[in-house]
């Protein structure tokens, strides 16, 4: 949209809007470009002579592929050869099916690593090999922070040095083998969070990760063996961060855990198929004050064995039929609670429970002094379900809030919307909300 002005001889003059912006500095042209994407940045090149170049200047670069039919690659090689910034703090590339198998993929992260790069963000799923990255990256002293994703080949030797890497993702890579997994994370001497996916065939049996500076683990492992595979006994994780505060591991692969004392630990969400590796995980966990937990019923009753003095939230998700059975012990160990909620939307069938034990066992205390909110996701209308709603609003006299999520696909929702509604009219001190 243009201006109208008058000059001083009364002459009416057009000001259009592309010049007021044209005639800003280069360095405030850079913030606007940096703040869309790359390839609408470039694009501007086109308008005139003094937006040329401008985009060549850009600290922050970002390729990914689109529904076109050629690789982002060719774009990417062109554009990379005529950016001319000396410093370029964060370069994300993402590379396709598409990208040639023949390109030189390396060569613009090398060309990041000499320019002082901070984020370095690396996917490729080409249909080749994994590949290795520059050496250079090996002893970047300006990154921090790293991720790497799929065919991507991790190979550090045990001179690599990232002094400054705080952040380390690794998502289905392919490691040349275990030393380069501990040469890489032994070369990072302030990380503090690192997320690990993996997958079959990437070349570790035992996953290390010993990291004194570490403060967020997120593991997960894609491995799910049948039921008459024969696990590995020499596969296993090996966790050993003493100042770890927050861990979050899917693990359904069969591998054993040998988990080091967590003192420091205060969030932890447990996904696993061992009942006793998962026993010495939450062994570690006795100071948390958040835990998400895959219930089965021996790990229920195990769980009504352990003190977790500092609990605050808790979220379980039920997979067998007798947890109700050691729910009562359970939070009887937990003084502190103040959000319980339980979780069937892992299950396919929700499992049935004896809901016997309401009248067997003493109120807890949480119940009595510090439970605020409780939360029931994908309830089914369940008598097992209906009792354990009316249990929880009985005998908790601190509560505040009460979340029903209703399973997707129930039937007679209205009809089991209003069995909901006739238990919470006697209960008028309590906000109530149900999700459909």
């Not at 570690?284 to 937990?293: G, I």
């Not at 012990?329 to 016997?356: C, G, I, M, Q, W």
Request: with cysteine; net charge neutral.
């Amino acid at each position: 949209m243009a201006e109208i002005t008058e000059n001083r001889g009364g002459r009416v003059e057009e000001i259009g809007c592309e010049d007021r912006i044209s005639a800003l500095p280069d360095d405030l042209l850079v913030r606007i470009l940096s703040s869309i994407p790359t390839k609408d940045a470039i694009s501007t090149m086109i308008l005139s002579k003094r937006w040329r170049f401008v985009w060549t200047m850009l600290p922050i670069l970002a390729y990914q592929e689109s529904k076109s039919k050629i690789s982002v690659w060719w774009f990417l090689n062109k554009s990379m050869e005529l950016h001319k910034a000396p410093v370029l703090h964060n370069l994300s590339i993402q590379l396709g099916r598409r990208c040639p198998t023949d390109a030189d993929v390396g060569k613009w992260v090398e060309n990041a690593v000499n320019r002082g790069v901070r984020e370095l963000f690396f996917t490729l799923q080409w249909s080749a090999d994994p590949t290795r990255l520059p050496k250079r990256l090996n002893t970047c002293k300006t990154l921090l922070h790293l991720k790497l994703s799929h065919k991507i080949l991790v190979d550090f030797p045990t001179s690599s040095c990232l002094p400054s890497l705080e952040k380390l993702e690794l998502y289905y890579v392919v490691y040349k083998d275990e030393a380069s997994l501990d040469a890489l994370l032994s070369s990072c001497p302030v990380l503090e969070l690192l997320s690990v996916m993996r997958k079959e065939d990437d070349n570790v049996a035992k996953f290390t990760v010993k990291v004194p500076s570490l403060r967020v683990l997120v593991y997960f492992n894609a491995m799910s063996p049948d039921e008459n595979d024969v696990v590995d006994p020499g596969r296993s994780l090996v966790v050993d961060t003493p100042a770890l505060k927050h861990f979050y591991i899917g693990d359904h692969s069969g591998d054993s855990w040998s988990i080091k004392s967590m003192p420091c630990l205060l969030n932890a969400s447990i996904s696993g198929q061992s009942f006793h590796d998962t026993c010495k995980l939450l062994k570690s966990a006795y100071a948390v004050t958040s835990l998400e937990l895959d219930l089965t019923d021996e790990l229920a009753v195990y769980c009504s064995t352990i003190e977790f003095p500092q609990l605050i939230q808790c979220t379980i998700s039920p997979c067998n039929s007798d947890w109700m059975d050691s729910l009562i012990f359970f939070l009887r160990n937990t003084p502190k609670l103040k959000k319980f909620t339980v979780d069937y939307s892992l299950t396919d069938e929700p499992p049935d429970a004896s809901a016997s034990w309401m009248l067997r066992f003493p109120r807890p205390e949480c119940l009595s002094s510090s439970l605020e909110k409780f939360e029931l996701i994908d309830y089914g209308g369940r008598i097992e379900e209906k009792e354990l709603v009316e249990y929880i609003l009985e005998t908790s006299k601190c509560l505040k809030t009460v979340t029903i999520s209703l399973r997707s696909k129930l039937k007679n929702k209205k009809k089991k919307m209003k069995r909901l509604n006739a238990i919470f009219l006697r209960f008028n001190s309590i906000s109530f909300s149900v999700q459909t």
